[in-house]
C-alpha cells in the first residue's frame, strides 16, 4: 500500500470516527429524550417500525454501494450503473413496505405502527438513491467530503426528533426526524458528489457489480439480522411492552459498536480492498485496527455492564432492562472483534462471510426461539453465549482464506480483556463498599463510579497495552512501506 493511500486511511479514520461520535451523541442525546417521554409500550411499536424500515433499508440498494466500492473498472460505469440500479431496487422495498405496513404492525401486536411505516416507506427511496453517493465517496476514501452528508442531516434530524418530543409528538418525533435525516442525506450527497452523475444501464458492468454485489447484499444482510433477530423474537414472543425494555437496553450498549467499530471497520474495508495480496500488510492492519477497535469498546462495554443500574436515571419503568443491559455489554465486545475480523472476510470471500453470518443468525434463532419464553435477560444472555464461539470461528476462517497470525489477536484481545475486568472489579467494590454511591439514581454517583472505572482502565491499559495510544500512527507507519500493490489505486 503506498505512501498516499496510507495517508488518506489514517485521515479517512479521524473524520469518519468525528462524524460518527456527532451522530451517536445525538442518537443518545434522542434516546435519553425519548425515554423520559415514552412508556415501554410505546416504545416497542417504535421498536417495530423501526424494524421493519431497518430490513427495508438494508435491502434497498441491493448491495450496489458495496459493488461500487469494490469496482476495479471505470467507476463512471459502475457508477451510472449503480445510480439507476439503486433507485429502481428502492422503490420496489419501499412500495413492499407500505403494501406490507398493516400485516407486519399484525404479526408484532402493535396495529399503531401501520402509520409510522408507510411513512418510513418515503426514508427507503431516499437512502437507496444517497447509497450510491456514499459509495463513491468512500470509493475514493474521501472521508473528509463524506463527513457533511453523513452529519449534517443525522444532527438535523435528531435536534427535530428531540424538539418534536419535547413538545408531545411521542413516537412520531422518531419517524418524522429519521424521514428528514434521509431527505437531507440524498440531497447534501447530490451536491457533493453527484451532480453531473446520471442513471444509465451498462449491462457488461452491472452483471460483474451483481456478481459481487449479492455475496456483499447477503453478508450486509446477514450482519443486520444478527443485530435485529432478537428485536424480531422478542417482540413476537414476548409483545411490544418487553420488546420496548429490550429496545432500551439494546440502543444503549450498540452505542459503541456504532460508535467504535463501525468507522474502524469502515476505513479497513477499502484499505484491505487494496492491499489483499500483501499478507505481512494485512496481518499488521488486522492487529493495530483490532487492538484499537476492542481497546474503546471493552472500554464502553464492559462500562456499561458495570454501571447498568444507572438506567433507572431514565425512570424507574426501566429497572427490569437492567440484567439484559449487563450481557449486551458484553456481547458488544464479542460482537465487535468478530465484524472487525469480517471486513477482511468481506474481500477476500464475501461468501464465506456471509456463511459465518448466517450460522450465527440460525444459532440465535434456535436457542432464542427455544429459551427466549424465560424474558429478556435470557435472550441478552443468549447473545454473550453464542458470539463468543463465532467470534472464533470468523478468526479460524480468516486464518485458513488469508493467512493471518490468530495467535497475536487473541493475546491482545485477553490483555485488553484483563484490564476491563480489573477496572469492573475496582468500580463494583467501591458502588457495593460506599453508601453515598450504591444510589442507582443519583447523577453524582454514576459519574464518580464512571470516573473510577475510566482511571482504572486507562492505567491498566497503559501497563498491559502501552501500544493502544500509538495504533493509528503505527498504520499510518507501516503502511507506507512499499509492497508488491504499490500501483493499485
Not at 419501499?94 to 418515503?122: K, M, N, S, W
Not at 491482545?412 to 444510589?439: K, N
Not at 464512571?450 to 493509528?472: E, H, K, M, N
Request: aromatic residues 8%; contains cysteine; glycine residues 10%.
Amino acid at each position: 500500500m503506498n505512501t498516499d493511500l496510507a495517508r488518506r486511511a489514517t485521515r479517512g479514520t479521524l473524520w469518519a470516527g468525528a462524524g460518527t461520535w456527532l451522530n451517536r451523541l445525538f442518537v443518545l442525546l434522542v434516546i435519553v429524550v425519548l425515554a423520559r417521554h415514552l412508556d415501554a409500550r410505546e416504545f416497542g411499536v417504535l421498536g417495530v417500525a423501526t424494524l421493519a424500515a431497518n430490513v427495508a433499508l438494508q435491502l434497498d440498494d441491493g448491495g450496489l454501494s458495496d459493488a461500487l466500492v469494490w469496482w476495479r473498472g471505470r467507476t463512471r460505469d459502475a457508477a451510472e450503473t449503480s445510480l439507476l440500479g439503486c433507485v429502481a431496487v428502492g422503490a420496489a422495498i419501499a412500495g413492499c413496505l407500505a403494501l406490507a405496513a398493516p400485516a407486519i404492525a399484525e404479526l408484532f401486536r402493535a396495529p399503531d405502527a401501520t402509520p409510522l411505516l408507510r411513512v418510513y416507506a418515503i426514508a427507503v427511496l431516499a437512502d437507496a438513491t444517497a447509497g450510491v453517493y456514499l459509495g463513491m465517496l468512500t470509493r475514493k476514501l474521501a472521508f473528509r467530503t463524506r463527513f457533511y452528508p453523513d452529519v449534517v442531516p443525522a444532527v438535523c434530524g435528531s435536534l427535530v426528533t428531540v424538539g418534536l418530543a419535547l413538545n408531545g409528538g411521542g413516537v412520531w418525533s422518531l419517524v418524522i426526524g429519521d424521514v428528514l435525516r434521509s431527505g437531507l442525506q440524498l440531497l447534501i450527497g447530490f451536491l457533493v458528489a453527484g451532480r453531473g452523475l446520471f442513471p444509465r444501464w451498462h449491462p457488461d458492468v452491472a452483471l460483474r457489480l451483481w456478481r459481487y454485489g449479492r455475496a456483499a447484499l447477503a453478508g450486509s444482510f446477514l450482519e443486520f439480522a444478527l443485530q435485529n433477530v432478537d428485536y424480531a423474537l422478542v417482540g413476537l414472543l414476548l409483545g411490544p411492552v418487553a420488546l420496548g425494555l429490550y429496545t432500551i437496553a439494546f440502543r444503549v450498549a450498540i452505542l459503541p459498536f456504532l460508535m467504535i467499530t463501525y468507522v474502524i471497520a469502515g476505513v479497513a474495508f477499502p484499505v484491505y480492498a487494496r492491499i489483499t495480496a500483501d499478507a505481512p500488510a494485512v496481518q499488521r492492519v488486522m492487529e493495530v485496527t483490532m487492538r484499537a477497535c476492542c481497546s474503546l469498546v471493552f472500554f464502553m462495554g464492559a462500562g456499561l455492564a458495570t454501571l447498568a443500574p444507572f438506567l433507572v436515571l431514565l425512570g424507574q419503568r426501566w429497572q427490569p432492562a437492567v440484567p439484559v443491559a449487563r450481557f449486551l455489554g458484553i456481547y458488544i465486545c464479542l460482537r465487535s472483534a468478530a465484524f472487525m475480523v469480517s471486513m477482511l472476510l468481506r474481500v477476500v470471500s464475501p461468501a464465506a462471510n456471509a456463511l459465518l453470518r448466517g450460522t450465527w443468525v440460525l444459532l440465535l434463532i434456535a436457542l432464542i426461539a427455544t429459551l427466549g419464553h424465560a424474558g429478556i435477560t435470557a435472550v441478552g444472555a443468549i447473545q454473550a453465549v453464542v458470539a463468543a464461539p463465532m467470534l472464533g470461528a470468523f478468526l479460524l476462517v480468516a486464518r485458513r482464506l488469508s493467512g493471518i497470525s490468530v495467535a497475536k489477536l487473541l493475546a491482545d484481545m485477553a490483555r485488553i480483556g484483563v484490564g476491563a475486568l480489573i477496572a469492573a472489579a475496582a468500580t463494583t467494590a467501591l458502588h457495593q463498599g460506599v453508601g453515598a454511591l450504591s444510589d442507582p439514581t443519583s447523577v453524582g454517583a454514576l459519574l464518580a463510579l464512571g470516573a473510577t472505572f475510566s482511571g482504572v482502565y486507562a492505567l491498566a491499559l497503559a501497563l498491559i497495552v502501552p501500544r493502544v495510544a500509538d495504533d493509528l500512527r503505527r498504520l499510518r507507519s507501516l503502511a507506507a512501506r512499499p509492497t508488491s500493490t504499490r500501483n493499485v489505486s
